[in-house]
């Protein structure tokens, strides 16, 4: 990792930077996907971000440089499922601007999360990729920090 970059749990003064990243990620899926699959409003976004932040129903470590520039965050939120055997963890984003990739800012983000997930008595962090095979880098860093195939694709109904 650059020795210059400090992470630590995000608060929600912090929530429009972290919007901004939110926005990037989403926007960088949809390009390499060719097709509007989010909706994204940077103020609802933040607003709705500092409101999870605030009341502890997300949890989100940011990376910044020595200048304080955000370049990288990981969000978390508990779950709960039998086959898990208790509460655990999701990771629903895991962003880190691209001039800062290769420089393992990824991999600490997931330590920190893991140390946390810890803490909180989690058995275990879920996490579902972009789709594959756009993806596949993605998928091949998370089996490199330890996570494994656990069958299926993620899918969604709009309520």
């Known amino acids: 990792m650059t020795p210059d970059i400090l992470i630590k749990r995000a608060t929600g003064r912090e929530a429009p930077e972290i919007a901004m990243m939110v926005g990037a990620l989403l926007g960088e899926i949809m390009n390499i996907l060719d097709t509007p699959v989010f ?13 999870y932040l605030d009341h502890e129903k997300y949890f989100v470590f940011l990376a910044r440089t020595k200048n304080r520039d955000p370049v990288g965050f990981i969000t978390l939120y508990e779950s709960y499922a039998l086959y898990a055997e208790g509460a655990f963890g999701t990771i629903p984003e895991l962003y ?64």
């Open 39 to 51: 909706n994204f409003d940077l103020e609802e976004t933040s607003g709705r971000l500092k409101d």
């Open 96 to 159: 880190v601007k691209p001039p800062f990739r290769s420089h393992k800012i990824g991999r600490h983000l997931l330590s920190y999360a893991k140390a946390f997930g810890k803490s909180k008595g989690w058995t275990r962090l879920e996490v579902t990729t972009p789709p594959l095979p756009h993806f596949e880098k993605t998928l091949v860093f998370y089996e490199r920090e330890d996570f494994e195939i656990t069958g299926g694709r993620k899918l969604k109904v709009v309520l």
